[in-house]
């Protein structure tokens, strides 16, 4: 199975009475029940809510990470769970990508390195072309060689979004982008971010706390007492 | 593939900035170091042991005697179609103008030897030295200044030195063998003078051919032997392994388990932590779309780069230690030492890629089953370590090297019992006194309150770090002290004017004169006449019918002994029972041998003395000092029962400074003397067992490595909640300095309680080792009771400040937020 191109379909994430619970020792916990989500291609959304809402979670499970409790999820018009391990990680690594709020570069590998790292993972012969075509997008033409340790914290997060954007993904999941660094440093990367999204024509789907920052997007939802729901922009 | 194979030699390049790697690596370096080392010398070991075949026998079948051989023998052996030779082997002096030595002489026949080859420098094609001709080994030359063509006196005769003898069968046993070795040509020797009656020599008939003719030959002989006779076949000669050299061979095998054991947990420990701290790289790599084969792949890749480089590294290693520690041994072997098989430098490596494998794998396992989805969260959750199958793992491979290096599982089973009690004792007790010792300091010392606080929180290290050093110090000790304490209290134990030379192979025509030249020098001694015999019956009645199984095992038994007579008992003996009456027909018996033996005064006592048989009461029981360098017997015979009989003599003497002059004069006028220097005996003792106790200490520092090592990663890896702890003793006001003073506070402790530990082990260990093994008194090493928990405590404080080094506050929260 092709994995590589995503089947023509209207929605990239097509979410359906989704429900996540987790047992504790003290009984099962309901994170949230009956979620519905349907996300159309090139779309900026972002999903709000208060601290153990449960935006982590629900962002696991709609990029295919984690299972859910009940109802299904379909990405890019496929249903992830019902793949093999090798057929969920290459469509992983050929359709989505992860910007993290902690960065999380390998510190072994300079900038190029880790931008380089996903599209070695698949195979593409032009690696190093384009790693350093994306490092000089996000204004680090300058710091190739530089090791993570080296780079201050908006350095790496860019490094981080030159990583995502490498491999021209169909759906980029951020989850609080913005979290570890001050806010003159978020709001040059924030701008970034949807700069080339909306160049790539990719699917975002944003986790903040920031209203401002949701309010950018094209969608907004709020997570809250186990409920999605959406808010007009 | 490529990427994948890329990424995995970054990261084990980049892995060795970490601790855990490195303690990993290291470990692997030790264990298969150790294992390639101990299997290339036991190997060796047991090629050059088990040459004492045929070819280092010289033959197939040896038949042996302190009296010369009968020519039946031979003519039985040409029946049977078996090729005979004979030798002649002797303790004897050879001299220059100048110098004495005592030296190993062999006097061949044709055909010597009948297995195996004398190598000679320069070659030669003759089997025989040529008439008049000698072949000496260089110790000979060395210690006599001489070189090849120079002449060498043996008695009343002058030989050439022709050729140096580089190696030989057939060296001999017991006291002869040690000795710098000789041979000459059977023909020359009786021109030596040195054949006497009574002379102290060994006759050997050598024979080699067909195996079931051998093995005939070899039931004849066994039916007829005579008392003075003994029979040495191969397998005999290989029974001989309880020797020195087997027991240093299994005392290798020992240390080398234990340094195994020691490393693998050091790896498993190592291994834990690396999984652990790897979860949130292997959930990011999982992200990137790598499958969890590809992780498993890249992880499997890292630790097999480790075991390559350590493998390389530990087997050069190997490589060169074992060619320094059979320079060490080269004295203790027959040499030329056969090379090593290079198959067993491959042991150990393929055992550090099987402990890796099969350590790594349910780790390895468990982590790449790291859910992506773990990345969003904060508090990572830790797929954990599997740890129920490490350990059966771990135990697994503990019982099969155990099963490997000591060839018994039930030893290995015991072994690893008696390892694992100890250790959970030593747990227990060092973790008690660390509670104790925290709540004695509690309110003695303004970090009282939280060192016991520290003490209760890291209990669980102590379990392991106190334990494995503990036995670790106390073995070391126990090897030193025993080695130290014997040679010490050897030397302290000897006065004065203990005698320093023996002199034997005096005949009854030269006895007036030695006393004269002896007392010239004022040197006043005695010269006891020797017989040699052995017991053959007791109250007129075969020993077979009268002792019972053990009693006729014992060793005074199956050999000829030295048998005397005297007037008077000798100043260093004592009777205990009995009286000695020199006028009346009777013997004194050694006090512990009749006790043996089961021997009471009044007992009826017959003796075989070349043929003769001598019937005599017992009429004394005395007891003797081995130790004291004087002539010793176990039985003394009063005067007139032995006199028709051949006899040679033999004295002791305190020569100190004076023993060159002496020495001379002596041999001069007697060259048929053999004289031995107890001094030169004892220093050949003693730079043997020093160089067991170096050996010894060699291996045993390379187990203490391997237990740094240990205590160096488990030092590393409570280090992480040291630095929470610390951290939030800093927002709560303390200082660093405090925070160090808390941390070496906490160390030194567990040093010192580690050493007392230690010292209690070792007195306790010594005190039946000094009693059974070394027969010495016990005594109390009071040095030992400040040096090794002081020294423990500089071992733990040094490991703890390189551990902890370079670790700021700020440093430990960067590295505690960003663990990837």
Not at chain 2, 412 to 427: D, N, T
Request: with cysteine; proline share 5%; aromatic share 6%.
């Amino acid at each position: 199975m092709d994995l590589s191109n995503p089947v023509e379909t209207q929605f990239v994430i097509n979410a359906q009475d989704v429900a996540k619970q987790f047992a504790t020792q003290a009984g099962p916990i309901h994170l949230f029940s009956k979620i519905n989500l349907q996300i159309k291609p090139g779309e900026t959304v972002a999903i709000t809510g208060p601290s153990g809402a449960g935006k982590s979670s629900l962002l696991s499970l709609l990029a295919g990470l984690d299972e859910p409790s009940a109802g299904s999820i379909a990405l890019c018009g496929r249903t992830l769970t019902e793949l093999s391990d090798k057929q969920q990680s290459a469509f992983r690594a050929a359709s989505i990508s992860f910007v993290f709020q902690s960065f999380h570069l390998l510190p072994e590998l300079d900038a190029l390195g880790n931008v380089m790292l996903p599209l070695q993972i698949l195979g593409n012969k032009q690696a190093k072309t384009i790693a350093t075509a994306r490092l000089e997008q996000v204004g680090l033409s300058h710091r190739l060689h530089h090791k993570p340790a080296q780079l201050s914290g908006g350095e790496q997060q860019r490094v981080a979004i030159a990583r995502a954007f490498a491999t021209q993904p169909t759906l980029l999941f951020a989850d609080e982008p913005t979290g570890n660094l001050d806010q003159h440093t978020g709001e040059q990367i924030i701008e970034q971010l949807l700069q080339m999204n909306a160049s790539e024509g990719t699917t975002l789907i944003l986790i903040t706390h920031d209203p401002a920052l949701a309010q950018r997007c094209q969608r907004v939802f709020h997570l809250d007492n186990g409920q999605l729901q959406e808010h007009t922009v | 593939m490529r990427a994948l194979g890329a990424l995995a030699i970054r990261q084990t390049l980049a892995g060795f900035t970490l601790p855990e790697c490195r303690a990993l690596f290291l470990a692997l370096i030790l264990a298969i170091f150790t294992t390639s080392l101990m299997a290339v010398m036991g190997d060796r070991l047991d090629h050059s042991l088990s040459r004492k075949g045929a070819e280092l026998l010289g033959a197939d079948l040896i038949l042996q005697s302190t009296r010369p051989l009968h020519p039946q023998r031979t003519e039985a052996a040409e029946k049977l179609g078996i090729r005979h030779s004979g030798v002649t082997q002797l303790a004897t002096m050879a001299s220059t103008e100048q110098q004495f030595l005592l030296i190993s002489l062999r006097a061949a026949q044709s055909g010597y030897p009948l297995r195996g080859e004398i190598h000679l420098q320069p070659s030669s094609t003759s089997a025989l030295p040529a008439t008049g001709h000698i072949w000496v080994e260089s110790a000979i030359l060395e210690r006599l200044g001489l070189a090849l063509g120079d002449s060498l006196t043996l008695g009343e005769r002058d030989f050439i030195i022709s050729h140096t003898l580089i190696s030989s069968p057939d060296r001999g046993r017991g006291f002869v063998s040690f000795n710098p070795q000789a041979i000459i040509r059977a023909d020359d020797l009786a021109s030596t003078g040195l054949l006497l009656p009574g002379s102290r020599a060994q006759y050997r008939l050598l024979f080699a051919g067909e195996p079931e003719a051998i093995s005939t030959l070899q039931q004849q002989f066994k039916d007829g032997l005579e008392t003075s006779e003994r029979l040495i076949a191969i397998d005999e000669e290989e029974d001989r392994r309880g020797s020195a050299l087997s027991r240093a061979s299994a005392f290798l095998k020992l240390v080398a388990f234990l340094t195994l054991l020691i490393s693998g947990l050091t790896i498993f420990l190592s291994l834990r932590r690396f999984t652990r701290l790897q979860n949130r790289r292997a959930a990011l790599l999982r992200t990137l779309g790598l499958n969890r084969a590809q992780l498993a792949g890249v992880y499997l890749l890292q630790l097999l780069g480790y075991w390559f480089i350590a493998a390389l590294v530990g087997t050069l290693l190997a490589l060169f230690a074992q060619q320094g520690l059979f320079l060490l041994l080269a004295d203790m072997l027959p040499q030329p030492i056969p090379p090593t098989r290079p198959l067993f430098y491959l042991l150990g490596p393929a055992m550090g890629g099987m402990l890796v494998v099969a350590l790594s794998l349910p780790a390895l396992k468990q982590l790449c089953r790291t859910a992506p989805a773990d990345l969003f969260h904060e508090q990572l959750q830790s797929s954990g370590y599997p740890v129920r199958i490490s350990y059966l793992v771990l135990g697994l491979f503990i019982l099969l090297s155990g099963f490997f290096y000591l060839n018994s599982l039930v030893l290995s089973l015991l072994l690893m019992g008696i390892l694992l009690l100890s250790a959970l004792l030593i747990a227990w007790l060092g973790a008690r006194l660390m509670v104790l010792f925290g709540h004695l300091l509690q309110n003695r010392l303004h970090l009282g309150s939280l060192l016991q606080s520290r003490i209760q929180q890291q209990q669980r290290w102590y379990r392991l770090q106190i334990p494995v050093t503990c036995l670790l110090l106390s073995l070391l000790s126990i090897n030193y002290l025993a080695l130290t304490d014997l040679m010490q209290r050897w030397r302290a134990e000897l006065p004065a004017n203990t005698p320093d030379h023996f002199l034997i192979n005096v005949q009854p025509w030269e006895t007036d004169d030695v006393i004269n030249i002896l007392q010239q020098a004022d040197i006043g001694t005695q010269l006891w006449p020797i017989y040699r015999g052995r017991l053959t019956a007791l109250n007129q009645a075969p020993l077979a019918d009268t002792l019972n199984a053990e009693q006729l095992s014992h060793g005074s038994l199956n050999r000829e002994l030295n048998l005397t007579w005297a007037d008077s008992i000798p100043a260093h003996n004592s009777l205990t029972q009995g009286n000695w009456q020199p006028d009346q027909p009777g013997v004194s018996v050694e006090e512990k041998l009749a006790d043996e033996l089961g021997l009471k005064v009044g007992d009826l006592l017959g003796f075989d003395i070349g043929g003769t048989r001598v019937e005599v009461p017992i009429n004394s029981l005395r007891t003797l000092r081995w130790d004291s360098f004087q002539p010793n017997f176990f039985y003394i015979f009063t005067p007139a029962q032995l006199n028709e009989l051949p006899a040679s003599f033999i004295t002791s003497f305190h020569l100190g400074d004076r023993a060159g002059e002496i020495n001379r004069n002596l041999l001069q006028n007697h060259p048929t003397l053999t004289l031995i220097d107890v001094r030169q005996l004892l220093n050949q003792l003693q730079t043997l067992l020093g160089q067991l106790a170096q050996l010894s200490t060699l291996l045993l520092l390379l187990a203490a490595l391997a237990a740094l090592l240990l205590v160096y990663t488990t030092l590393h890896q409570e280090l992480e909640q040291r630095q929470k702890e610390n951290a939030l003793l800093r927002t709560l006001g303390a200082s660093g300095t405090r925070c160090r003073q808390l941390d070496l506070l906490e160390l030194a402790l567990t040093g010192g309680c580690t050493g007392l530990l230690a010292v209690a082990i070792t007195e306790l260990s010594l005190w039946p080792v000094h009693q059974r093994l070394l027969q010495l008194e016990p005594v109390l090493h009071p040095t030992l009771w400040w040096a090794l928990p002081l020294g423990s405590l500089v071992l733990f404080v040094t490991m703890g400040l390189i551990s902890h080094r370079s670790k700021s506050l700020s440093a430990s929260y960067r590295l505690l937020r960003q663990q990837l």
